[in-house]
C-alpha cells in the first residue's frame, strides 16, 4: 500500500475536545462534516465566535497524520485517531509541508483546501499533562513548528472512508502554512 490515504475518519456532534470514529464520514461543500460540532460556513470554535462570530470558518476540517500519532505513541503518551479532536488521520502525506492553498482530492468526490495549520492549546493538556509541548518543536532556524495538524474547507462535498487515496494539488506559488 504506497501514496498518500486516509486511515481514520471522525466526528462529533457539539463541541467535545475528541471526536468518535466512523466508518465514513460526508463532507459538505462550505459547511465541513456533516453533523460534526464544527461545521458551518461561520466560526464554529466558542473562543473565535466570542470575539466575532462573522468569521469565515477556515477550520470546517481538521486533518492530522498518523504518523504524529506514532510519534507521541512513542514518546509514552496513549493516543489514537479521532482523541486529538481530528476529522481526518491519513498516512503518507507530510500534511505540515503543504502550501496554504493545497488541495486534496479525497476519494471519488471530496475536495479539501488547506486554509493552515491547528494551534495546539490548552485542551491537549487536559486530554494528557504534556501533550501541548509534545505538540511543538522547533525548526532549524528556530522557529516554532505547530505538528498538531492542518485545517481545511471543503470545496466539494462527498463521503470519505479509511483507505481513500488522497491526490495534492499544490498551488501555483507556494505560501507558507500559518495557525488559523
Known sequence: MGGALVTHVASRPGHSFSKTLQTEIRLIAGLGV???????????????????????????????AGEFHDELNAAGFDVSPGDLGENLTTRGIALLELSAGSRLRIGHEAVVEITGLRNPCWQLDAFQPGLTAASLGRDAEGGLVRKAGVMGIVLAGGLVRPGDAIAIEAPAVFRKLERV
Do not use: C, F, I, Y
Not at 460540532?37 to 470546517?60: E, I, M, Y
Open 34 to 64: 456533516e453533523g460534526d460540532g464544527h461545521a458551518g460556513a461561520t466560526v464554529q470554535h466558542r473562543s473565535r465566535v466570542a470575539k466575532d462570530p462573522s468569521q469565515p470558518n477556515l477550520r470546517q476540517v481538521h486533518l492530522m
